[in-house]
């Protein structure tokens, strides 16, 4: 599976920003999908993830309550809904996709887990 970022920016805190990947490939709804991060200097992490159905979600406590992650599974999209933006959250934004097939297993959010990775797209919050 290939994916392709989009919507990343640059915002004030306190706004809000979409940003969506897409995928290629016919087994789009097979894939757990992902969205990590990484800020400069530190290492990636998880932000949120989505099973195949969008019945299991995780999110990294740091963006609980604030962001939301959604699929599309006609449209072979995942995006992520972020509202209440911080500085903190400035980082490159990377989906991520792992073959589950139709189940909603558990996910610990590691990236390591993750075999497939679209090219990342930065998002920048400002005071």
């Known amino acids: 599976v290939q994916l392709v970022e989009s919507g990343g920016g640059l915002v004030q805190a306190g706004d809000s920003l979409r940003i969506s990947c897409a995928a290629s490939?016919?087994?789009?709804?097979?894939?757990?999908m992902g969205w990590f991060r990484q800020a400069p200097g530190k290492e990636r992490v998880v932000v949120a993830t989505?099973?195949?159905?969008?019945?299991?979600?995780y999110y990294a406590d740091s963006v609980k309550g604030r962001f939301t992650i959604s699929r599309d599974n006609a449209k072979n999209s995942v995006s992520l809904q972020m509202n209440s933006l911080k500085p903190e959250d400035t980082a490159v934004y990377y989906c991520?996709?792992?073959?589950?097939?139709?189940?909603?297993?558990?996910?610990?959010?590691?990236?390591?887990?993750?075999?497939?990775w679209g090219q990342g797209t930065q998002v920048t919050v400002s005071t």
């Open positions: 490939g016919r087994t789009f709804s097979g894939y757990r």
């Open positions: 989505i099973s195949w159905s969008g019945g299991s979600t």
């Open positions: 991520a996709a792992r073959w589950t097939g139709y189940r909603d297993t558990y996910d610990r959010g590691a990236s390591s887990e993750y075999p497939y």
